[in-house]
């Protein structure tokens, strides 16, 4: 398995504004994600983050409102850029352990943009 | 497309039930397929499951795969109000690097 800590827990924010979401894993691993849940919601994923290089995001989420940083195997940072009311969700950093493949999710950043 | 259908959606039971949530999916190139039991913020892992007819069990919990007929079922015996929950699936797509979730079932369970 993988323990996942995630920052900061939750926060308000007020529009326009930017927050960033750290996540740190207690080992190496390649493949980390973020995932976005909407109230009432499924997972959605955000963007694959890649050591080293730029992100691979899904389709809807573009660099600019949701930059990602993985300057190595054991953490990453989101960037909820200018926020608005619809961005308030709950935000969780993911990994998926090598061999067993099976996928952790860190405790969730909840989000409340007024 | 490939996607992942939870059924059903909610459950309400009274406790000492027995339910049963179905997972099923219709995926390229199927690789895994994980279950989660998600309280509050973050989904905590259950099962994973690769091999057909390999049943998963913990405890009041058990899952099992049917690669042919894509689908997989969570089992929880003797339901208690701390199961109260939403069940989440996701099944791994080989050539994706990344698991696709299921819209879930939220499941209340009455003491």
């Known amino acids: 398995s993988a323990v996942i800590s995630q920052k900061p827990s939750r926060d308000i924010c007020q529009r326009g504004t930017s927050l960033t979401i750290q996540c740190q894993v207690d080992?190496?691993?390649?493949?980390m994600f973020w995932y976005r849940q909407q109230p009432g919601q499924s997972l959605t994923l955000i963007a694959t983050?890649?050591?080293?290089?730029?992100?691979?995001?899904e389709s809807g989420f573009v660099i600019d409102k949701f930059p990602i940083s993985r300057p190595n195997l054991t953490f990453s940072t989101l960037t909820v850029s200018n926020m608005s009311p619809e961005d308030s969700s709950i935000y969780l950093c993911?990994?998926?352990?090598?061999?067993?493949?099976?996928?952790?999710f860190g405790p969730g950043t909840r989000l409340t943009v007024t | 497309e490939d996607k992942v259908v939870q059924s059903p959606l909610s459950l309400v039971v009274h406790e000492g039930d027995t339910v049963t949530l179905n997972c099923s999916y219709e995926?390229?190139?199927?690789?895994?397929l994980l279950w989660y039991k998600q309280e509050k913020k973050a989904p905590t892992f259950l099962f994973m499951l690769?091999?057909?007819?390999i049943e998963k069990k913990s405890g009041r919990l058990s899952s099992i795969l049917d690669k042919k007929e894509l689908f997989s079922i969570l089992n929880i015996t003797a339901t208690q109000t701390g199961d109260s929950a939403i069940y989440l699936c996701?099944?791994?797509?080989?050539?994706?690097?990344?698991?696709?979730f299921g819209t879930g079932t939220r499941l209340k369970v009455l003491a």
């Open positions: 993911s990994v998926v352990t090598p061999y067993l493949w099976e996928q952790y």
């Open positions: 080992s190496q691993v390649t493949m």
């Open positions: 983050a890649n050591q080293g290089s730029e992100a691979t995001y």
């Open positions: 995926v390229t190139n199927f690789r895994s």
């Open positions: 690769t091999s057909s007819g």
């Open positions: 996701a099944v791994w797509v080989s050539g994706t690097y990344k698991y696709i």
